[in-house]
């Protein structure tokens, strides 16, 4: 009986549900906007606004009418396709005060006539797209107390964000966010991303950002960067907000952090400050490679050569166990209704790291291998500040006015030492080395730019000017003490050649750059780009080595290692471009030539190198735009490369006496030439997004190595031009992704690949035999993911890797290996505020013959509550490297020499954290 009254029961309930879901239904005519004609058989289709699946489909009768009965209540897409037409779509409720939803004559608008606006409408509309540019309305998607942009922006469709908060936007890495339309502390996205609450947002835009000089000639040169501007409610532009972290754990491991952020209407003031020893400093991964150090000489647009003394800001790589402690401030405005903008930032900090490295290496040699193993222990300390400014001007409707200024000054301190030993490949004993180090480097830096631009009577007919400069005055004084012990073959010692050394260094540059750009339109979608500029450089470099005298001290000038090099270089750069847009199609070709001249006379010695060169920059590229979101381009551009002068005539270092650099002053130039392709598809409504790029290049003549390594291992290069043979490299990178029940589902695939030359010579014999290096790598990856606001969010993904390590010296040593990557987090909201997270990353290399293997597994867990209404307070224990087995590793191979590094790191800590979000905001009215 119980059984045959739940079944009654059952099929009641089940009755009464059909019969309430059949009420609910939608109906309409679908007809053309300009006509006003009716369109048969046009598909409608019905799709949850939630995940965007599809729920029901139909086709309009012959006199364009539609109906869809059967549906539930509930939030919905209405879906209308009709051939030669842009799809038209609109968010509609069915519930039960309005169970059917009537669209009466609803148009549709034929592409040709299509304006670049195409809107998905509702009752909130939650995406409008116009022309390049995808615009999401922050109101249509569910925000919970204390929310940031990131937690926002994770629920559009096409846009993941990974646990470290970088952001991918429709197969694509976004790599500038801004706020209302300005930079917030220069280029660190997660600043913005990570600290602005999402209830201050109203809409946030994705569109490539064109460079100022297309922005401004509105004629397209296909350089653009993936960009998100987080654009905020009016109401939220006035009051303060910000957030305190505090943190201790296990191992005396700590991080703080304060925040606090002032915007008035168009003003914002914005202050913050990081102390931690985990790992955590202001700028993220992108900008660490970016802003990477360094003493080079670099190549200019023109190719000419320049000083270059690294980069400003603190970064930490993962190597060693850092301490730091960095801040700043930002602040930007909009004076007199908009017609100045003013953006400036200061930033300062301290980085100090602690490390221990080791290395095994290989080098192929014609008749013999030697393997070496080396250990390193060093402290390094890093002091930077940086300040600077944007000034924008509107001098009318025609003629802007953009001045930047920066300065900075930078410290670097390190202390390290070394031992080495190598063995033939017999294993008997090779040499023996053992090196410390003492460093203490100064840097001050200018930078300013005057950027004017013009628009003349004639339309598209265009003037800018752009005149940039910088002086960089770079001091350092070292210490270098070694001792190189080599052995015969019966194992002998020879004597040993020690090194006590003091050195100075005072390295000065001023460089003047100017480049007049005039556009002339020819006819509608033609028109001319003209470039001319001259630049002017000036630098010297003075270095200085003392032995130790009589009397113990630093006074005995080296002459061999030092020179008081001075730089003075003129060039005169012109160029013409061809601009076609029109339609669908842009086009571009061209090609730029430089008139260089470069003067470098050693002071210390009398020796002068001039060089009179002519370089050449061709360039052409195609975009088709098939749609507002879907493109293909492919682009070339060669040029002239002009040997470094530290290949004609290097500043000579014998920091390593087993390594000891030649220059060649007969060098000649090698040409570059690079060919780019990428074809880029995105479908707003089923998420659907597809990216493929590739890359092809290759050098004639080009400049390689000559390395001489003798019977007690030591190394001496020097560089030639190969001509007979072409040097090349590619990459290719392959992604889809969709929705499929709700997750998001991608796969993906990279491949990459270059060949290069060096001859190496037999010290002994005298024989040398040309080397073939290969490097190949071939990775794939499939990935699923989904984030449900409040609920959960995870993502997994993994795929096999393959990697060539080829010397064609030596090939039975050679280094291929497999390998397997994974990555996963996972993050869970339970009631009562509580959430708990956890990520994983897996690393797999196989042994080679010449390496080892490599297995890795990083295993992070988190916990945390939330209290008050707002959420404002949260307590979180994290537990970082459950499994304890972080280690720094790096693999790779060039010139016949096979490497593996493996590095000191953070490993396992439990961190308990205490943060506070605090905000005062009111309405502000616009200025």
């Given at each position: 009986?119980?059984?045959?009254?739940?079944?009654?029961?059952?099929?009641?309930?089940?009755?009464?549900?059909?019969?309430?879901?059949?009420?609910?239904?939608?109906?309409?005519?679908?007809?053309?906007?300009?006509?006003?004609?009716?369109?048969?058989?046009?598909?409608?289709?019905?799709?949850?606004?939630?995940?965007?699946?599809?729920?029901?489909?139909?086709?309009?009768?012959?006199?364009?009418?539609?109906?869809?009965?059967?549906?539930?209540?509930?939030?919905?897409?209405?879906?209308?396709?009709?051939?030669?037409?842009?799809?038209?779509?609109?968010?509609?409720?069915?519930?039960?005060?309005?169970?059917?939803?009537?669209?009466?004559?609803?148009?549709?608008?034929?592409?040709?006539?299509?304006?670049?606006?195409?809107?998905?409408?509702?009752?909130?509309?939650?995406?409008?797209?116009?022309?390049?540019?995808?615009?999401?309305?922050?109101?249509?998607?569910?925000?919970?107390?204390?929310?940031?942009?990131?937690?926002?922006?994770?629920?559009?469709?096409?846009?993941?964000?990974?646990?470290?908060?970088?952001?991918?936007?429709?197969?694509?890495?976004?790599?500038?966010?801004?706020?209302?339309?300005?930079?917030?502390?220069?280029?660190?996205?997660?600043?913005?991303?990570?600290?602005?609450?999402?209830?201050?947002?109203?809409?946030?835009?994705?569109?490539?950002?064109?460079?100022?000089?297309?922005?401004?000639?509105?004629?397209?040169?296909?350089?653009?960067?993936?960009?998100?501007?987080?654009?905020?409610?009016?109401?939220?532009?006035?009051?303060?907000?910000?957030?305190?972290?505090?943190?201790?754990?296990?191992?005396?491991?700590?991080?703080?952090?304060?925040?606090?952020?002032?915007?008035?209407?168009?003003?914002?003031?914005?202050?913050?400050?990081?102390?931690?020893?985990?790992?955590?400093?202001?700028?993220?991964?992108?900008?660490?490679?970016?802003?990477?150090?360094?003493?080079?000489?670099?190549?200019?647009?023109?190719?000419?050569?320049?000083?270059?003394?690294?980069?400003?800001?603190?970064?930490?790589?993962?190597?060693?166990?850092?301490?730091?402690?960095?801040?700043?401030?930002?602040?930007?405005?909009?004076?007199?209704?908009?017609?100045?903008?003013?953006?400036?930032?200061?930033?300062?900090?301290?980085?100090?790291?602690?490390?221990?490295?080791?290395?095994?290496?290989?080098?192929?040699?014609?008749?013999?291998?030697?393997?070496?193993?080396?250990?390193?222990?060093?402290?390094?300390?890093?002091?930077?500040?940086?300040?600077?400014?944007?000034?924008?001007?509107?001098?009318?409707?025609?003629?802007?006015?953009?001045?930047?200024?920066?300065?900075?000054?930078?410290?670097?301190?390190?202390?390290?030492?070394?031992?080495?030993?190598?063995?033939?490949?017999?294993?008997?004993?090779?040499?023996?080395?053992?090196?410390?180090?003492?460093?203490?480097?100064?840097?001050?830096?200018?930078?300013?730019?005057?950027?004017?631009?013009?628009?003349?009577?004639?339309?598209?007919?265009?003037?800018?000017?752009?005149?940039?400069?910088?002086?960089?005055?770079?001091?350092?004084?070292?210490?270098?003490?070694?001792?190189?012990?080599?052995?015969?073959?019966?194992?002998?010692?020879?004597?040993?050649?020690?090194?006590?050394?003091?050195?100075?260094?005072?390295?000065?540059?001023?460089?003047?750059?100017?480049?007049?750009?005039?556009?002339?339109?020819?006819?509608?979608?033609?028109?001319?780009?003209?470039?001319?500029?001259?630049?002017?450089?000036?630098?010297?470099?003075?270095?200085?080595?003392?032995?130790?005298?009589?009397?113990?001290?630093?006074?005995?000038?080296?002459?061999?290692?030092?020179?008081?090099?001075?730089?003075?270089?003129?060039?005169?750069?012109?160029?013409?471009?061809?601009?076609?847009?029109?339609?669908?199609?842009?086009?571009?070709?061209?090609?730029?030539?430089?008139?260089?001249?470069?003067?470098?006379?050693?002071?210390?010695?009398?020796?002068?190198?001039?060089?009179?060169?002519?370089?050449?920059?061709?360039?052409?590229?195609?975009?088709?735009?098939?749609?507002?979101?879907?493109?293909?381009?492919?682009?070339?551009?060669?040029?002239?490369?002009?040997?470094?002068?530290?290949?004609?005539?290097?500043?000579?270092?014998?920091?390593?006496?087993?390594?000891?650099?030649?220059?060649?002053?007969?060098?000649?130039?090698?040409?570059?030439?690079n060919f780019r392709m990428s074809y880029n598809s995105y479908k707003v409504i089923s998420g659907e997004d597809l990216y493929i790029s590739g890359n092809y290049a290759f050098t004639t003549n080009p400049i390689v190595s000559n390395t001489s390594t003798d019977a007690i291992g030591k190394t001496t290069s020097q560089y030639f031009n190969l001509?007979?043979?072409?040097?090349?490299?590619?990459?290719?990178?392959?992604?889809?992704?969709?929705?499929?029940?709700?997750?998001?589902?991608?796969?993906?695939?990279?491949?990459?690949?270059?060949?290069?030359?060096?001859?190496?010579?037999?010290?002994?014999?005298?024989?040398?035999?040309?080397?073939?290096?290969?490097?190949?790598?071939?990775?794939?990856?499939?990935?699923?993911?989904?984030?449900?606001?409040?609920?959960?969010?995870?993502?997994?993904?993994?795929?096999?890797?393959?990697?060539?390590?080829?010397?064609?010296?030596?090939?039975?040593?050679?280094?291929?290996?497999?390998?397997?990557?994974?990555?996963?987090?996972?993050?869970?909201?339970?009631?009562?505020?509580?959430?708990?997270?956890?990520?994983?990353?897996?690393?797999?290399?196989?042994?080679?013959?010449?390496?080892?293997?490599?297995?890795?597994?990083?295993?992070?867990?988190?916990?945390?509550?939330?209290?008050?209404?707002?959420?404002?307070?949260?307590?979180?224990?994290?537990?970082?490297?459950?499994?304890?087995?972080?280690?720094?590793?790096?693999?790779?191979?060039?010139?016949?020499?096979?490497?593996?590094?493996?590095?000191?790191?953070?490993k396992r800590y439990f961190l308990l954290t205490l943060s506070y979000d605090f905000s005062k905001m009111s309405a502000g009215t616009s200025k």
């Amino acid at each position: 009986m119980k059984i045959t009254i739940l079944s009654i029961a059952l099929l009641v309930l089940f009755s009464l549900t059909s019969y309430a879901q059949s009420n609910y239904a939608i109906k309409g005519v679908a007809v053309d906007t300009s006509e006003k004609k009716t369109l048969s058989n046009t598909v409608i289709m019905v799709l949850n606004v939630k995940d965007s699946v599809l729920r029901k489909f139909t086709r309009a009768g012959n006199d364009g009418s539609f109906a869809v009965n059967g549906l539930a209540p509930g939030k919905f897409i209405l879906v209308m396709s009709y051939p030669g037409y842009a799809d038209y779509t609109e968010d509609f409720t069915l519930d039960e005060k309005a169970q059917i939803h009537d669209f009466g004559k609803t148009g549709l608008t034929l592409k040709s006539r299509l304006l670049k606006d195409v809107i998905i409408k509702g009752e909130v509309r939650a995406i409008k797209i116009k022309g390049d540019t995808t615009e999401f309305n922050a109101k249509a998607y569910v925000i919970q107390p204390n929310d940031k942009v990131e937690d926002l922006i994770k629920q559009f469709p096409g846009i993941q964000v990974d646990k470290d908060g970088k952001i991918t936007a429709q197969g694509q890495k976004v790599t500038k966010v801004l706020l209302d339309g300005e930079e917030f502390f220069g280029d660190d996205p997660t600043l913005i991303t990570k600290n602005i609450r999402a209830d201050m947002v109203d809409k946030v835009q994705l569109y490539d950002k064109k460079s100022d000089q297309a922005t401004f000639t509105g004629i397209d040169d296909d350089k653009t960067t993936k960009t998100l501007n987080i654009k905020l409610k009016d109401g939220k532009k006035a009051g303060s907000f910000g957030k305190a972290v505090a943190a201790a754990g296990t191992d005396k491991y700590y991080q703080g952090q304060l925040m606090y952020n002032k915007f008035q209407n168009k003003e914002k003031i914005s202050v913050y400050g990081i102390g931690s020893n985990n790992g955590t400093t202001s700028l993220n991964w992108d900008d660490a490679q970016k802003y990477g150090d360094g003493n080079n000489m670099e190549m200019m647009d023109d190719g000419g050569m320049y000083f270059s003394y690294g980069g400003d800001d603190l970064y930490y790589n993962g190597s060693g166990l850092p301490k730091a402690i960095t801040g700043g401030v930002h602040y930007d405005n909009k004076l007199d209704s908009g017609k100045y903008a003013v953006n400036g930032n200061y930033k300062i900090g301290q980085l100090n790291i602690d490390g221990n490295q080791s290395a095994i290496t290989q080098n192929n040699l014609p008749d013999r291998v030697i393997n070496s193993k080396s250990s390193q222990v060093d402290h390094k300390s890093n002091f930077r500040q940086k300040l600077d400014a944007k000034v924008e001007v509107k001098l009318d409707t025609t003629a802007n006015l953009k001045i930047t200024a920066s300065g900075s000054f930078k410290n670097n301190k390190s202390n390290s030492f070394s031992t080495d030993t190598s063995r033939r490949g017999d294993n008997t004993l090779l040499n023996l080395n053992s090196t410390s180090t003492i460093n203490n480097n100064d840097d001050h830096r200018f930078d300013a730019s005057v950027f004017y631009t013009k628009k003349l009577k004639k339309k598209g007919r265009t003037l800018s000017v752009l005149i940039s400069g910088n002086a960089d005055n770079n001091e350092g004084t070292s210490f270098l003490k070694s001792n190189l012990q080599s052995f015969q073959d019966d194992g002998t010692p020879n004597a040993a050649q020690p090194t006590d050394q003091h050195k100075t260094s005072d390295n000065k540059s001023q460089v003047l750059n100017t480049n007049i750009t005039y556009t002339e339109p020819i006819v509608k979608g033609l028109n001319l780009v003209f470039n001319y500029g001259f630049n002017i450089d000036q630098a010297s470099s003075n270095q200085r080595a003392y032995s130790r005298g009589t009397n113990g001290d630093y006074n005995v000038l080296v002459d061999s290692l030092s020179n008081f090099f001075k730089l003075n270089q003129h060039s005169q750069l012109a160029g013409v471009i061809l601009n076609y847009n029109k339609g669908k199609t842009v086009i571009n070709i061209g090609s730029k030539a430089a008139d260089v001249s470069f003067d470098q006379i050693n002071l210390y010695t009398g020796n002068e190198l001039k060089r009179q060169f002519i370089n050449w920059f061709p360039q052409a590229s195609y975009v088709y735009k098939f749609s507002q979101q879907s493109a293909f381009r492919v682009n070339y551009n060669g040029n002239t490369q002009q040997p470094s002068i530290s290949q004609i005539q290097p500043i000579k270092d014998n920091s390593n006496p087993l390594y000891v650099t030649l220059g060649n002053p007969d060098l000649t130039p090698s040409f570059h030439n690079n060919f780019r392709m990428s074809y880029n598809s995105y479908k707003v409504i089923s998420g659907e997004d597809l990216y493929i790029s590739g890359n092809y290049a290759f050098t004639t003549n080009p400049i390689v190595s000559n390395t001489s390594t003798d019977a007690i291992g030591k190394t001496t290069s020097q560089y030639f031009n190969l001509s007979s043979k072409i040097q090349h490299s590619y990459y290719g990178y392959f992604n889809y992704g969709r929705k499929i029940a709700g997750i998001n589902v991608g796969i993906s695939s990279n491949i990459s690949g270059r060949t290069t030359y060096n001859m190496v010579t037999n010290g002994v014999n005298g024989i040398s035999q040309l080397n073939t290096t290969k490097n190949n790598s071939y990775e794939g990856d499939l990935s699923v993911s989904k984030y449900v606001d409040n609920k959960y969010d995870f993502n997994i993904s993994a795929g096999p890797t393959y990697s060539i390590n080829q010397s064609s010296l030596q090939t039975a040593y050679n280094s291929n290996s497999a390998g397997f990557n994974s990555r996963g987090w996972a993050g869970l909201y339970l009631p009562h505020n509580w959430q708990i997270g956890s990520d994983i990353d897996y690393t797999y290399t196989a042994k080679t013959a010449a390496l080892p293997q490599f297995k890795r597994t990083l295993w992070n867990a988190s916990i945390s509550k939330a209290f008050f209404k707002e959420k404002s307070l949260k307590v979180m224990g994290t537990v970082n490297d459950i499994l304890n087995q972080n280690q720094g590793f790096n693999r790779y191979a060039n010139g016949g020499i096979i490497t593996e590094e493996r590095y000191t790191t953070i490993k396992r800590y439990f961190l308990l954290t205490l943060s506070y979000d605090f905000s005062k905001m009111s309405a502000g009215t616009s200025k």
